[in-house]
């Protein structure tokens, strides 16, 4: 009992994600049952393609190496209150800087190049939600609609430079900036076919862990998301705060953006509007905002992700069926939140003396 | 005026009793086996000291929390009140500790809303001329146009009082609404409240720390101690000195000296030095109009006024959460504008109004609450890296000096009664040395050992040297610790006198504005 009500909140805060996502995974059983396909074939189908093999385990890294990025670019402003949901555009930007970048920084050492890809694009990205903070605190916009605006606007633009003035006349059905080079694109993690993107979509979201939980910054962070009249009161400049998070926010975007380019693509185009700023706030919202979390959640949702294909392949799903379970995901996990602090252990509650006297009567 | 008949609904009071009701959280008993009971058309008081369980049991009564037992009877029938909806459909109202406006909304459209059900299109005519007629059988004015955001405290305590008057309760339970009003407000407020109760149209249960409300209004009182009952008596048998005694539980020592004589506030230059300044409120309106004070070290200037005349503005200009449109704000002749620097620097601490609000993150921890002032300074932190060790000796200590009831400074800081909420801020903000205070309605909530006790710390850091700005809406406090006395009447200054002569009746006179009408004259 007293060991309960220690580790209530921790209980709490891994039961109810993990409970959302058991009712997530039923509810998306009944959907594949009702499009006529077994469940139980569809769940095992899912995790041979996220998990199973090695194979799989390269792929759903692949994919969880953006995730985690795009999913700080959630939980890092909601430390200050914030909810937004642009990391899609600020990836996209981060994506076109670092090409940018590449160009800029052609015939330097294939380090520098890297390095200059991977800064300009977090800078970028930063900037970008930096931006929709500003907002916020400067003319009153709400950061969540500001944010979404400023990503399709972003996307549009990758889009225009892509097929417009920094298009490689080489890339003909695929429109792209030109290739960055295969002596700077960023390599593999020894021993695997992952690359290095994992690791600094990692150290990133475990120095904000870090920086969080045992700083200063992370304590001012708190209190202003926290409340901002108090924040205020102890002399912390609110705005500051506010655009700062939203800056580190994007700053991660960014950066999911540029190794998208250094480490898959090779150049900026299209392709790397795949989702990941989206599914991100799917992956945050699991994570309960928690950097520390984020990571395992984007596995997890990058395990979904790449079993699509495997789906596709023997069952003749489509691709989309994932992105129903992810769907189905996000709205449980939302609609969960509500729990929060109500989570108790039921407990019987004894017949009052009148009433007892009462239904003996009756 | 029309007759309050009118107001009141055709059921009129009910009869209220509670059996053996408990209430556990976790593991703090806050209710232990209470029972009250409450005649039809009673004026009941409920006493105790902070954290004694008051506000829990009536929380449980209108059905915000669940009680683990008890037994609820409204007109000696056993009722089920799970949820404050079901003890609105009783005719049970409340009016909290704290507000429940909604701030953007209008005064008017707070009312209506509250009234429920309400259509799908709102004849705003026809809910203005019910609302014009209610207003006019009331004793006092309320702007009904005013977003309820921009009133000051007092005004908006007295809205939630309208507002349940309104919604014709017949059984209305207040939870200290007299913390923020002047005794003349009050005496209006629970005037009227107690009229309803003695035409038997309203049952009242209050929980006041005022025992001047008590003895003035109430005819029975119940007293809680440790969230077990601690006695009970009628009016006018029962005196002060034996509630005070049922409420800590031993005889009270006699207040030893209210006030020692103060000392003559050396001359020097003043350490905060305000010359005409301006500020905006909420919505862009002039609140401030060129204000001009200043404070020595060692001085408590003490600044009266109606609420609502912008002293709400003027803390929080000083205490950085309002900007300021013009002017300037000198502290050790140094700008000010409340940067944690120039905190630091100047050693200006504040005791903001509604704590919970102004000074706390409700959300946090007591622990992570009380190191708002110096996580970032040693020995909470070094090199920005946060000592737990450090903050959590911290905290445990002004739990024990300020004796703070808590489950424990891992609490979050929401679940302390709101006594308990303003002593732990009290202690954050006064266990440093202190050169500059901001202080706003200090006692709000406090009961009556712990209002003298905050009394004396606001006067020890005046002798020990600090400037102190005290914004009280309580002529008494304001006449028993300031110095120096000054009224603020519609965003300015408009009258100031050394404490020792000061007069109430001219007090009140430039508070009501008086200073109009002298102007006018001249
Ligand atoms: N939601 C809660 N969770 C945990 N503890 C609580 C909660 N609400 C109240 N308590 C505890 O119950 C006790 C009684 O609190 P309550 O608010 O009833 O006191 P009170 O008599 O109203 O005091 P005050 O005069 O200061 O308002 C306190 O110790 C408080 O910390
Ligand atoms: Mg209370």
């Known amino acids: ?362 | 005026m029309k007759p309050v008949e009118m107001v009141a609904p055709a059921t009129g009071a009910l009869e209220l009793e509670i059996m053996g009701m408990s209430k556990r959280f976790g593991d703090v008993v806050a209710l232990d086996d209470v029972s009250l009971h409450i005649p039809a058309g009673g004026f009941h008081a409920l006493l105790g000291e902070n954290g004694a369980g008051k506000s829990t049991l009536v929380k449980c009564l209108v059905g915000f929390y669940t009680a683990d037992q008890g037994t609820v009877l409204v007109d000696n029938r056993e009722v089920q009140i799970a949820n404050p909806k079901d003890a609105s459909q009783l005719g049970i109202g409340m009016v909290y500790q704290h507000f429940t406006l909604v701030p953007s909304m209008t005064v008017a459209e707070n009312l209506v809303v509250a009234r429920g059900a309400l259509p799908a299109f709102i004849n705003w005519h026809e809910e203005r001329a019910r609302l014009s007629d209610f207003m006019a059988t009331l004793p006092f004015k309320i702007p009904l146009d005013k977003p309820a955001g921009s009133l000051a405290a007092g005004e908006k305590q007295k809205v939630e009082i309208i507002k349940q008057l309104y919604l014709q309760r017949r059984l209305l339970i207040l939870d200290e609404p007299t913390s923020v009003l002047t005794p003349d407000e009050a005496d209006e407020a629970l005037g009227l409240v107690g009229d309803l109760a003695r035409q038997k149209l309203l049952t009242v249960l209050i929980i006041t720390h005022k025992f001047r409300e008590v003895t003035a209004y109430a005819d029975a009182v119940t007293v809680l101690r440790r969230g077990r009952f601690a006695g009970s008596g009628a009016l006018p048998e029962l005196t002060i000195e034996h509630m005070a005694e049922m409420m800590v539980g031993s005889p009270v020592a006699q207040d030893v000296a209210p006030r020692t004589q103060h000392t003559p506030v050396a001359d020097v230059p003043p350490r905060l030095l305000i010359d005409q300044l301006c500020a905006q409120g909420d919505h862009g309106l002039p609140v401030l109009r060129g204000v001009n004070l200043s404070v020595r070290p060692g001085e408590i200037l003490g600044i009266a006024g109606v609420s609502g005349n912008g002293q709400k503005a003027l803390v929080e200009v000083l205490t950085g959460q309002r900007g300021k449109t013009g002017g300037t704000v000198l502290v050790n002749g140094l700008p000010y504008s409340g940067r944690r620097k120039e905190q630091t620097l100047n050693k200006v601490y504040s005791l903001p109004e509604e704590p919970l609000r102004n000074a706390c993150v409700a959300s946090l921890s007591v622990a992570h609450n009380m190191s708002l002032r110096n996580y970032d300074k040693p020995p909470l932190a070094r090199w920005g890296w946060i000592s737990q060790r450090a903050m959590r000796k911290q905290a445990n200590g002004y739990v024990e000096t300020f004796r703070v009831k808590t489950p424990g400074i891992d609490a979050r800081i929401q679940t302390l009664s709101g006594g308990n909420v303003q002593r732990a801020v009290l202690a954050r903000e006064l266990s440093h040395p202190v050169e500059l205070l901001i202080v706003a309605n200090p006692v709000f909530g406090l009961d009556f050992n712990a209002v003298a006790e905050t009394h004396a710390r606001l006067l020890a850091a005046r002798n020990a040297g600090a400037a102190v700005l005290l914004v009280s809406e309580d002529l008494d406090e304001l006449l028993e610790l300031a110095d120096r006395i000054a009224v603020m009447s519609d965003g300015r200054i408009v009258f100031e006198t050394p404490a020792e002569k000061a007069d109430v009746r001219e007090l009140g006179h430039y508070m009501a504005g008086g200073h109009e009408e002298t102007e006018v004259m001249q």
């Open chain 1, 1 to 362: 009992m007293e060991l309960t009500r220690r580790f209530l909140p921790l209980v709490e805060a891994v039961g109810i994600p993990v409970m959302a996502l058991l009712v997530a995974m039923l509810l998306f059983a009944g959907f594949v049952a009702a499009v006529g396909q077994s469940p139980l074939e569809v769940f095992v189908l899912l995790y041979k393609g996220a998990f199973g093999s090695s194979f799989s385990w390269q792929n759903t890294l692949l994919r969880a190496a953006p995730l985690i990025l795009t999913g700080l670019a959630v939980a890092i402003p909601a430390q200050a209150g914030m909810v937004i949901i642009g990391g899609e555009g600020a990836l996209a930007l981060g994506a076109l800087t670092s090409a940018v970048a590449a160009s800029a920084l052609q015939g330097a050492s294939p380090h520098w190049v890297q390095a200059g890809m991977l800064l300009s694009g977090a800078l970028c990205g930063g900037v970008w939600i930096g931006l929709s903070g500003w907002l916020r605190q400067y003319r009153g916009v709400n950061e969540t609609i500001g944010s979404l605006l400023l990503s399709y606007i972003a996307i549009a633009l990758l889009n225009f430079f892509v097929e417009g003035p920094l298009k490689d006349p080489a890339s003909l059905n695929k429109p792209s900036t030109a290739p960055i080079g295969d002596a700077n694109m960023i390599g593999n993690l020894p021993g695997m076919d992952v690359h290095y993107g994992l690791l600094f979509g990692a150290i990133f979201a475990l120095v904000t862990w870090v920086i969080l939980k045992f700083t200063t910054v992370g304590f001012a962070l708190k209190t202003v998301g926290g409340n901002p009249r108090a924040a205020q009161m102890a002399g912390l400049r609110v705005n500051y705060w506010i655009v700062g998070a939203a800056f580190a926010g994007g700053s991660a975007a960014g950066l999911a953006g540029a190794i998208e380019v250094a480490a898959v693509q090779g150049a900026a185009n299209a392709s790397v509007v795949a989702g990941y700023g989206y599914a991100g706030i799917l992956v945050a919202f699991i994570a309960r905002q928690n950097p520390f979390a984020v990571i395992p959640v984007a596995v997890l949702i990058g395990g979904i992700n790449a079993a699509g294909g495997m789906l596709q392949r023997r069952l003749d799903m489509p691709d989309a069926t994932v992105l129903v379970l992810q769907g189905i995901i996000f709205v449980v996990i939302i609609a969960s939140e509500t729990l929060n602090g109500r989570l108790r252990l039921i407990k019987f509650k004894p017949l009052s003396p009148v009433s007892a006297a009462i239904s003996a009567k009756t």
